[in-house]
Every structure is written in structure tokens, then in C-alpha cells.
């Protein structure tokens, strides 16, 4: 969800803790994250921004940025209010981003890193054949850095 199409309440930002100022990327996606499992999100059929994109500076563009979105993941998931069904979803898609994310380390002649977010792939949920899953991610992550 972009920001600049997202109409809310004040009072949602306020009493959730607004944007992450601790993630230097990301941070509307973990503000999302954290909204969306508590609210139902609604959509409009008619168009009433019109997004742009392309330029050299624009973050999406850059590698890498999956790492802050695995980051809101892991926070999300040391939430402890957090239903069981968002949890397991929470955990599908932390697993897909650290796989894609291990490959992109891989790529980029990164082993250590790769390894790491690997690692962390396979202790939420995705694993490779004769690993097991983990089963309760909230004793496994933590959100320090």
C-alpha cells in the first residue's frame, strides 16, 4: 500500500506507534503489517492518485531493501497479540522474502549473509528437505537489529 493512497484515522497512527523511525527502509510496511492483521482494509474501485515511479533515487530500486521487510516480519511475528492464522501467514512470507533475500546474498558473493537469512528462512517455516520447521517463531526472533 503506498502512503499517498491510504486514508485512516490519526488515532490509529497514534495509538500503534506511527512509522518505525528505527527502520531506514520499510517502515510503511511494517506500519501496514501492523494495522491490516488488527483492521479490515478496504479498497476503492476507482483510482484517485496517480503513482510515479522510475527515478534513479527511488528506494524501491535498490537491493537489499528486503531486509528491512524481513525485519518488520520478525517484529510482527514478537507481537504477542497476534492470532494464530496471521502468525502462520507472517511466517509463510518471512521464509519466501529470506529465501529470495539469500539468493540475492548468494548472487552478490555474499556466503556469510546468505547463510544467515537462510538460517532464518528455515527457523520460520520454509525448509529444505531433512530440516525441520520451527513451530513457534516468537521464541526465535528477536528484533534487535
Not at 478496504?42 to 537489499?64: F, N
Request: glycine letters at 12%; one cysteine or more; charged letters at 30%.
Amino acid at each position: 500500500m503506498s502512503p499517498s493512497a491510504v486514508i485512516l484515522h490519526r488515532r490509529l497512527l497514534e495509538e500503534h506507534g506511527g512509522f518505525d523511525e528505527d527502520l531506514p527502509a520499510a517502515e510503511d510496511y511494517d506500519l501496514w503489517l501492523r494495522l491490516s492483521w488488527r483492521y479490515e482494509v478496504g479498497l476503492l474501485p476507482e483510482p484517485l492518485i496517480i503513482k510515479r515511479g522510475g527515478r534513479a533515487d527511488q528506494l524501491s530500486g535498490q537491493w537489499g531493501l528486503d531486509r528491512y521487510r524481513i525485519r518488520a516480519l520478525m517484529k510482527l511475528l514478537n507481537d504477542p497479540g497476534l492470532p494464530a492464522p496471521e502468525a502462520g501467514a507472517a511466517r509463510r512470507v518471512l521464509a519466501r522474502k529470506c529465501a529470495i533475500y539469500a539468493q540475492g546474498c548468494e548472487k552478490r558473493e555474499k556466503p556469510g549473509e546468505a547463510q544467515h537469512y537462510r538460517e532464518l528462512g528455515r527457523r520460520a517455516g520454509w525448509s529444505q528437505p531433512g530440516q525441520p520447521a520451527a513451530s513457534d517463531p516468537k521464541k526465535l526472533f528477536s528484533t534487535g537489529g
